[in-house]
Nanobody
Framework: QVQLVESGGGSVQAGGSLRLSCRASGHTYSTYCLGWFRQVPGNEREGVATIDGDGFASYVDSVKGRFSISKDDAKNTLYLQMNSLKPEDTAMYYC?????????????????WGQGTQVTVSS
């Protein structure tokens, strides 16, 4: 069983930065595909970034060049550095994990989820 706890959300003005963290307990990150997702009420959950066990990452087009996903296997912690934030980045952000090879941006493939952390970007 993997338990995930996010932190680092908050409110920021457009153009600002935030770093989200997601700490795992119950298992190690090194063999899992990890992802960050976001959801606005009434909309489907959206894959933002994903990183596989070897550290290869992929991003949704809307955040490429602005967001960076990384992980520290020794600390069992996943990060999402978000720069040049835009009001349309406002959402609840979730981290997730699935034991699989490669990276996956489809939220339906993930079976472990954190509780979410709110990110609000004002114009």
């Amino acid at each position: 069983q993997v338990q995930l706890v996010e932190s680092g959300g908050g409110s920021v003005q457009a153009g600002g930065s935030l770093r989200l963290s997601c700490r795992a307990s119950g298992h190690t990150y090194s063999t899992y595909c990890l992802g960050w997702f976001r959801q606005v009420p009434g909309n489907e959950r959206e894959g933002v970034a994903t990183i596989d066990g070897d550290g290869f990452a992929s991003y949704v087009d809307s955040v490429k060049g602005r967001f960076s996903i990384s992980k520290d296997d020794a600390k069992n912690t996943l990060y999402l550095q978000m720069n040049s934030l835009k009001p349309e980045d406002t959402a609840m952000y979730y981290c997730a994990a699935v034991k699989t090879e490669g990276w996956v941006l489809d939220y339906l493939q993930y079976n472990y989820w954190g509780q979410g952390t709110q990110v609000t970007v004002s114009s």
